[in-house]
């Protein structure tokens, strides 16, 4: 059986998409898919920022902001999801919702909570820094919201969190999403299905293919 890690945040919209890919690539082979943490932008504050404020700092206006939300629309309407841009209002801080992921992993239901932050976001344009939030969305796709509740309420999973985004560092990840299979053969970006399978095909015994690599497990070490 295949193992699929993958580093990503909940507001990348392109690690959306590389979900779709990779799901489209797998289809009914079986497989264990493992989510790990990367947060692309550590220092923002814990409740998030204004959406308008925060894209018109990083991209100079909102007009290029819009632009490249269009960008990324097109190309999620080719995978089925329809970014509603328009509804979010904030940019959450996402260490919450990484240590609801981890949680969600332990309890054997993190592929569905994953999918509902992203849907959440995305979709509904609803606020991942909001812990209340946070909970009613994990606990609609499976954990138990008072075990959910508790959870952000104290530190456990931080450790967890930190560990998994040094790794991240460690394998040179730079951006997300990124994917390894089988712990050897990795892949950088939204790949589309057909460089997935050439990477599954290859993960039993590595060559680059495209744009993967080889990954040492016991190192993070990559050659490309």
């Keep these: 059986m295949l193992t699929i890690d993958v580093v990503s945040d909940v507001i990348c919209p392109w690690c959306f998409i590389g979900k779709r890919g990779l799901e489209k690539a797998l289809g009914d082979r079986a497989a264990s898919v493992r ?3 990367f947060q692309l932008n550590p220092d923002m504050p814990r409740e998030g920022i204004d959406r308008k404020s925060y894209r018109i700092r990083k991209f ?4 290029r902001s819009q632009e490249l939300d269009a960008r990324v629309a097109a190309a999620g309407r080719g995978e089925g999801i329809a970014f509603r841009f328009d509804r979010m209002a904030r940019t959450p801080n996402t260490l919450d919702a990484h240590r609801t992921i981890w949680l969600a992993g332990e309890r054997g239901v993190q592929d569905a909570v994953v999918e509902a932050l992203f849907l959440a976001y995305f979709n509904d344009g609803r606020d991942l820094s909001n812990r209340a939030t946070l909970a009613e969305i994990a606990a609609a796709a499976g954990l138990d919201r008072a075990e959910v509740d508790g959870m952000l309420a104290g530190d456990a999973g931080l450790d967890v969190v930190r ?27 939204a790949q589309p ?8 095909e290859q993960a039993g015994d590595p060559v680059r293919v495209g744009d993967a690599c080889e990954v040492d497990p016991a190192t993070g070490e990559r050659e490309c």
């Design 35 to 37: 989510w790990h943490p």
């Design 163 to 189: 560990a998994g985004e040094e790794h991240a560092r460690r394998l040179g990840v730079s951006g997300v999403p990124f994917f390894v299979v089988n712990g050897r053969v990795a892949l950088s970006g």
């Design 60 to 63: 100079g206006s909102w007009e």
């Design 193 to 200: 299905p057909e460089l997935f399978l050439r990477a599954f």
